[in-house]
C-alpha cells in the first residue's frame, strides 16, 4: 500500500471521527437531528451552504469539462452565482416559513401550502427517488478519485464501502451537526488542495502559468469559444436550468441548511459573500486548461484533474488533494442521504411517535446508503438514465415554489400537482426513449408542458367557480415574530 493510499484511507477515517465528534445530548426527536433545533450561526450555516459548491463534479467533472469543452465548464460559475442571487430573496422567507410551520422537509412546504396532504406526498417520493441516483454517483465518484488517486481499482471500491459506512454511521450518530462538522474540515482541504494545484500544476507545464494560456489560444484557440458538442444552446439552457434548480431550491437535500439556520437574516448575510466562494471553481477550469497540454487527448475526462495532480506533486501530496476530493464526496453524500431518509420517515411512512419516527428514519439511512453502495459497485451504469433525471425532474418543482412563496398562493394543489406529474412524464419520456432534442437541455424543454398545464388547470377550475382555496396570508405569524429573531 502506497503513501497515496495510506494517506487517503486515514482521512476518510478521520473524516468521519470529525462527524461523530458533531452528536450533542440525544433529544429523540426527529428534528433535532435534521435541522439542529434550528439554531446554527451564520458561520455554520456558511459551511453547510458553501459545502454544496463542491461535489465529486467540481473535481471529476469541471476539468474534465474544461479539457474537452474549454469556456464551456465557466457555466457552473454563472448558474451558482445567478441562484446565490435568487436565494437572498427567497431564503429567508422559506427560513420563516419553515420556523413559524414546523417543516422538517421540502414535502412539508407543499402539504403545508397548497393545503394537500397528497401533494406533499408525491414532492416526497418524486424528492427521494431523484435523489437516489446523485447519492449513487457521490459513492461512484469517490471510487473513481481513490481509483485514479492511487492506481488501485480494488483500493478504490475498497474507500467505496468504508467511505460509505462511515458516512452513514455519523449521519446517523450526529445529524446534521456532523455534517456541518465535516464540512468545516472539508473546506480547509479543499482551500490546501486547491491552493497545492493552483501552484503546482502550472509549474509542471512548460512555460508556467501564463504559456498556458497564449498556448491555448495560439494551438486551441475553438477552447476559447462556446462551440462544438457545447455549444450556445448547450451553455445556455444547461445555465438555465441549473439556476432554477438551485435558485428557487428544488432539491430536497438543500433544505436542511436553510432551515438550521438561527435567523433569516444570518442567511442573508452569506448569500451576501457566498459567491466569492465560487472563485475557487475556477482552479479546477483552470486544471482542464493545462491538462489540453499535458496529456494524450484521449485521457477519460473524469481522470483529468487527478492525472495531473499526479504529474505534479509528490505521492502524499497526491493523498491530500485526494482527501479533500474524499470530503468533497461525503458531505455532499451525508447530505443526500439525510434529505431521503427525512422524506421517507416524516412524509411517506405513516408513523406515530418521535422515537418510532427516528428508528425508521435510521433505517431508511442505512437503506438508502447501502442501495447506493450497491448500485455504484455493482451496476455503475444502471442508474445512468435517471441520473440525466435528477436536476431537471427536481426543477420540475420550481413553477409550484415559486407560486407556494407568495403570501398568497392562489394556485390550487390540483393544478400544481397536474404540471408536477406532466413536467416529470415529459422529461422521462425525452430521456429513456432517446428523444433527439439537440443541445436543449431536456429539462427546461419539460417545463413548457408543466407551464401550460399549471396554468390551463388553473383557469379551468377558476372557470368553473371552483377557485383553488387560497393560501391564508402568514402576516399573523410574521406580526407574532419577536423582532429579534431576524427577517
Known amino acids: 500500500m502506497n503513501s497515496t493510499m495510506v494517506i487517503t484511507v486515514l482521512g476518510i477515517v478521520a473524516l468521519a471521527a470529525i462527524g461523530i465528534g458533531g452528536r450533542r445530548p440525544p433529544k429523540g426527536e426527529l428534528g433535532e437531528w435534521a435541522v439542529g433545533g434550528r439554531r446554527f450561526s451564520p458561520v455554520t450555516s456558511w459551511f453547510l451552504q458553501a459545502g454544496e459548491s463542491f461535489t465529486t463534479f467540481s473535481f471529476l467533472g469541471l476539468a474534465g469539462l474544461a479539457f474537452g469543452g474549454g469556456v464551456a465548464a465557466t457555466y457552473a460559475l454563472g448558474y451558482l452565482a445567478i441562484s446565490l442571487v435568487t436565494m437572498y430573496f427567497i431564503g429567508p422567507r422559506t427560513w420563516r416559513l419553515g420556523r413559524d410551520r414546523g417543516y422538517l422537509t421540502q414535502a412539508d412546504f407543499f402539504a403545508d401550502r397548497f393545503r394537500s396532504p397528497l401533494l406533499g406526498k408525491v414532492v416526497a417520493l418524486v424528492g427521494a427517488v431523484f435523489l437516489l441516483p446523485y447519492l449513487q454517483l457521490q459513492i461512484t465518484g469517490l471510487g473513481l478519485i481513490v481509483q485514479l488517486a492511487t492506481g488501485s481499482k480494488s483500493g478504490g471500491h475498497l474507500s467505496m464501502v468504508l467511505a460509505t459506512v462511515l458516512t452513514a454511521g455519523f449521519v446517523l450518530w450526529s445529524g446534521i451537526r456532523g455534517i456541518a462538522r465535516v464540512a468545516y474540515a472539508k473546506d480547509v482541504l479543499m482551500v490546501v488542495a486547491l491552493v497545492a494545484l493552483l501552484i503546482a500544476v502550472p509549474m509542471s507545464v512548460t512555460g508556467g502559468f501564463g504559456h498556458i494560456f497564449d498556448t ?65 471553481l475556477a482552479v479546477p477550469v483552470i486544471v482542464g486548461f493545462a491538462a489540453v497540454l499535458g496529456l494524450d487527448p484521449d485521457t477519460a475526462s473524469n481522470g483529468v484533474l487527478l492525472t495531473m495532480a499526479g504529474h505534479a506533486m509528490p505521492g502524499w501530496l497526491v493523498g491530500v488533494v485526494a482527501v479533500a476530493a474524499a470530503a468533497a464526496a461525503m458531505v455532499p453524500s451525508a447530505a443526500i442521504v439525510m434529505g431521503i431518509s427525512t422524506l421517507v420517515s416524516h412524509n411517506l411512512v405513516p408513523v406515530r411517535g418521535e ?63 397536474l404540471g408536477i406529474v406532466t413536467g416529470i412524464g415529459v422529461l422521462t419520456w425525452l430521456t429513456f426513449a432517446h428523444v433527439d432534442v439537440g443541445s436543449w437541455d431536456a429539462g427546461l424543454i419539460a417545463l413548457a408542458p408543466n407551464l401550460v398545464v399549471t396554468i390551463g388547470a388553473y383557469l379551468v377550475l377558476r372557470g368553473r367557480g371552483t377557485d383553488p382555496v387560497e393560501t391564508k396570508r402568514d402576516d399573523a405569524a410574521a406580526a407574532a415574530r419577536p423582532a429579534s429573531a431576524g427577517v
Not at 475553438?222 to 428544488?250: C, E, F, Q, R
Open 216 to 280: 491555448v489560444r495560439d494551438s486551441h484557440s475553438s477552447l476559447l469559444t462556446i462551440g462544438g458538442g457545447y455549444d450556445k444552446t448547450w451553455y445556455t439552457t444547461a445555465l438555465v436550468i441549473s439556476a432554477i434548480g438551485s435558485g428557487l431550491n428544488t432539491m430536497p437535500h438543500l433544505w436542511p441548511p436553510v432551515l438550521s439556520a438561527r435567523s433569516g437574516r444570518a442567511l442573508r448575510q452569506n448569500y451576501i459573500w457566498l459567491p466569492l466562494y465560487q472563485v475557487a
Open 355 to 417: 422515537r418510532n419516527r427516528l428508528r425508521v428514519n435510521h433505517a431508511c439511512v442505512v437503506i438508502a446508503s447501502g442501495l447506493a453502495l450497491i448500485l455504484a459497485l455493482g451496476r455503475p451504469g444502471l442508474l445512468a438514465n435517471l441520473l440525466l433525471l435528477t436536476y431537471g425532474g427536481l426543477s420540475q418543482l420550481a413553477p409550484a415554489t415559486v407560486m407556494a412563496l407568495r403570501r398568497r398562493n392562489p394556485l390550487g394543489a390540483t393544478p400544481a400537482l
